[in-house]
């Protein structure tokens, strides 16, 4: 069992940036593909970026280019750097690890854009 702990949100202006971070209780090293996720109001959840166990990072086309999504192995953590936030950029963010047949959630952290 891998427990998620998720970080780095509040709010910031349009323009701005925040790093959301995620913790891991256990190691991910090549075992886990990990994902971010967002869920704004009345809104399904969608996949915003992800990474594999190999480092390669892929987005979804509305944050390429503004997003970036890392890990760090060693410190079982990842992080989505976010810069030129957009107002429909607010939502709360989840972390998910995936791999093995396995699926971890952290408990989100709300991204709030506005002037």
């Known amino acids: 069992q891998v427990q998620l702990v998720e970080s780095g949100g509040g709010l910031a202006q349009p323009g701005g940036s925040l790093r959301l971070s995620c913790a891991a209780s256990?190691?991910?090293?090549?075992?886990?593909?990990m994902y971010w996720y967002r869920q704004a109001p009345g809104k399904q959840r969608e996949l915003v970026a992800w990474?594999?166990?190999?480092?390669?990072?892929n987005y979804i086309p509305s944050v390429k280019g503004r997003f970036t999504i890392s890990r760090d192995d060693d410190k079982n953590m990842g992080f989505l750097q976010m810069n030129n936030l957009k107002v429909e950029d607010t939502a709360v963010y989840y972390c998910?690890?995936?791999?093995?047949?396995?699926?971890?959630w952290g408990q989100g952290t709300q991204v709030t854009v506005s002037s």
């Open positions: 998910n690890l995936y791999g093995l047949g396995r699926n971890y």
């Open positions: 990474i594999t166990t190999h480092g390669i990072a």
């Open positions: 256990g190691s991910i090293r090549s075992t886990y593909a």
